[in-house]
């Protein structure tokens, strides 16, 4: 299986400008990758706060991501709420 595209919205501190997984420390290049690992598995490996995934001042969070598993392609979502 692997990862053809992937969307989040108000995921931690991820900006949607970034293109490349490369800058200094606290740019939210491990957001990128947590994301990735929230739609493979469904959690976090930094956080087990939902809140915490959650961008500042947001209640709501979102990770799509399009995959393709023997030549198969489907969409999968994650949404994230604050209580």
Do not use: C
Not at 30 to 50: D, M, P, Q, W
Not at 66 to 73: A, C, G, N, R, S
Request: net charge positive.
């Amino acid at each position: 299986m692997h990862l053809k595209k992937i969307l989040l919205q108000n995921f931690r501190s991820y900006d949607q400008k970034l293109f490349l997984i490369i800058g200094p420390n606290g740019s939210g290049k491990s957001n990128i990758l947590e994301s990735i690992y929230l739609l493979s598995t469904g959690k976090s490996f930094r956080s087990s706060s939902i809140s915490q995934m959650i961008a500042w001042n947001q209640n709501l969070s979102s990770v799509r991501g399009k995959v393709i598993k023997k030549k198969q392609e489907s969409e999968v979502e994650v949404q994230l709420i604050k209580n």
